[in-house]
């Protein structure tokens, strides 16, 4: 069936993509999300929990899929996280904006820099020039180009998954593709 | 969740309710009625607000995406018109059109549309029920909805390609833009 052979365009880099996990790892999950999506929100602590079980053997790797039109804070919440990550703070950004997913003006935005121990002064240049919204639009075309469609979209070893991601499905499918 | 009294609508969770695996396990093994590229598109006259109809003629000189699609009001983030409007900036570099076609009537559409803040037209394929669907060999007369159907059509009206998706999975984007690539030469640098 064509849904179930639909592939990630843009393979993994370490120079562009942020990973977590070992390049050796026998499997990676990939997803797109959305910082201001709900669904995203929910599947936060269900790949949390996915890494604590599978440990070493998983790869993770984010990449942004804002969908503007609908969620208003979301391009700004994926360059803040864009910018820690200019500053080596990607997951503590990432994390913090999953966690406080009602409060993504700017203003709770530069709270978090702080929190997560950014140069503030930089941060806010980078945020006010749009350093990294062209790394966003990148991240968003590959999505698109990869047959994303919707979020959370989750690739596993380069193919997209369709299945439910709760943790018991999504692990039993990550366990039988490490075997 | 949402629900829409006036639209025929059935209310949709990603790929994983039992609304939509029953209407999937209804899913014919007989291949695709749907159009096929080489077709001229049948020509139609659909309502698109309570005032105003869309004629599929009017886009003559343009590519022209139509997207069936089976409900408004699908309780997810980029449901399969949410995608599109955020990908229309691509779409608009073949200076094509995007068209929305369900069986929902202009209300519910309007109430989507404002909802999802949609950026072009949704059709409404409501009277006669499903004709233009019908046309276009979309039609899922067991369930009184659409197919979740794409047709690129190329500016001189005819079908260039056309893809029917199971009926629970939202296509994306990427098949649209393949078509879009072959048939029209942007209209300024993508990358």
Known sequence: MEADTVKLTLPISNDRDHIQGQDTAPVTLVEYGDYECPYCGQAYPIIKQVQNKLGNKLRFVFRNFPITQI??????????AEAAAAQNKFWQMHDNIYEHQEALDDNHLEKYAVIVG??????????HNHA?????REDFLSGVRSG???TPTFYINGTR????????????TLRSTIK | MVSCVECHAYILLTT?????????????????SALKPGTPAPDFTLHSTPDQSISLNLFRGHPTILAFYPADFSPVCGDQMTLYNEVLPEFQHFNA???GISVDGVWCHRAFSKDRKLRFPLLSDFEPKGEVARKYGVYRKQDGITERALFVIDSDGVIKWSYVSPIGINPGAEGILKALESISKPTKEQR
């Open chain 2, 16 to 32: 994983y309710l039992p609304s939509m695996s029953e209407v999937a396990s209804r899913q014919q093994e007989s291949p695709s």
């Open chain 1, 148 to 150: 994303v469609n919707g």
């Open chain 1, 71 to 80: 969620h208003p804070h979301a391009q700004h919440a994926a360059e803040a």
């Open chain 1, 132 to 136: 990294y919204a062209g790394h966003v």
């Open chain 1, 161 to 172: 998954y369709n299945d439910s991601w709760d943790l018991e499905t999504l692990l039993e």
């Open chain 1, 118 to 127: 950014l140069d503030l002064a930089k941060f806010k240049k980078d945020m």
């Open chain 2, 97 to 99: 059109e995007v068209l």
